[in-house]
């Protein structure tokens, strides 16, 4: 069984467009994350949610809009596309915290390819 | 915003080497994290440091949460193929802060 699953797994897009990655997992987790890794490897988180509700908001355009319909669910839209926002994105989850060791353990999904044209 | 010093940036190494990279920052971190990404995966979560001096072990890999805090080491003997990928370390300052995740070693294992 699948943890954490993001569809689709690659997108290719022109410039301008509006897409959404979507990402569920099946842990029970409460919190869910979407970092980007950009051509050089580099991770960056851009969101972070717990219990639906908005705790982590780096400084990314206001183009990306995370929603959370459900604790099991977190979902990235995307609006007009820009070549720099090509990139893999990667969701994750894992427990709230409740000492140490329990948040620790971010389940990554698979990622995203993004490519914009 | 904060950043993590990995090192070295990528490894090209024989079978049967062992391997070692580090991490450091400028801030004190309270947890020390190690994640192995595989091509066209997600990273997974090795080992967690969670105390100054800290010595973790998991299989043939090592690591240590420094007692400066702000460092980390990671250590890998007797390195297989299977070893390849990109090698991440994370902090976490407090409690529930985010994770901070360095630039990545690229280990490159020659059979």
């Known amino acids: 069984d699948t943890a954490v699953s993001q569809t689709p797994k690659y997108l290719v897009t022109q410039m301008g467009n509006d897409k959404s990655i979507k990402c569920e997992q099946n842990l029970g987790h409460d919190t869910m994350y979407w970092y980007k890794q950009d051509s050089k490897k580099f991770l960056k988180i851009m969101f972070s949610?717990?219990?639906?509700?908005?705790?982590i908001n780096e400084t990314v355009p206001n183009r990306f809009s995370p929603k959370s319909p459900d604790k099991a669910h977190l979902n990235l839209h995307i609006n007009s596309l820009e070549l720099g926002d090509s990139a893999v994105y990667f969701c994750?989850?894992?427990?709230?915290?409740?000492?140490?060791?329990?948040?620790?353990?971010?389940?990554f999904g698979p990622g995203t390819r993004l490519l914009v044209l | 915003g904060q950043q993590l010093n990995q090192s070295p940036q990528s490894m090209f190494i024989q079978e049967g080497e062992d391997v070692s990279m580090n991490c450091t920052s400028s801030?004190?971190?309270?947890?020390w994290l190690w994640y192995k990404q595989d091509p066209g995966e997600g990273p997974v979560l090795l080992i967690a440091l969670y105390k100054a001096g800290e010595l973790t072990s998991n299989g043939r890999l090592t690591a240590q949460f420094g007692i400066t805090r702000k460092d980390s080491f990671l250590n890998i003997s007797a390195s297989i193929p299977s070893d390849v990928g990109i090698y991440f370390c994370a902090g976490r300052r407090t409690s529930g802060s985010r994770l901070t995740f360095g630039e990545g070693t690229q280990l490159t294992v020659n059979p």
């Open positions: 801030s004190i971190f309270n947890t």
């Open positions: 994750a989850s894992s427990h709230a915290a409740m000492g140490p060791g329990a948040e620790e353990t971010q389940y």
């Open positions: 949610y717990n219990n639906k509700e908005l705790i």
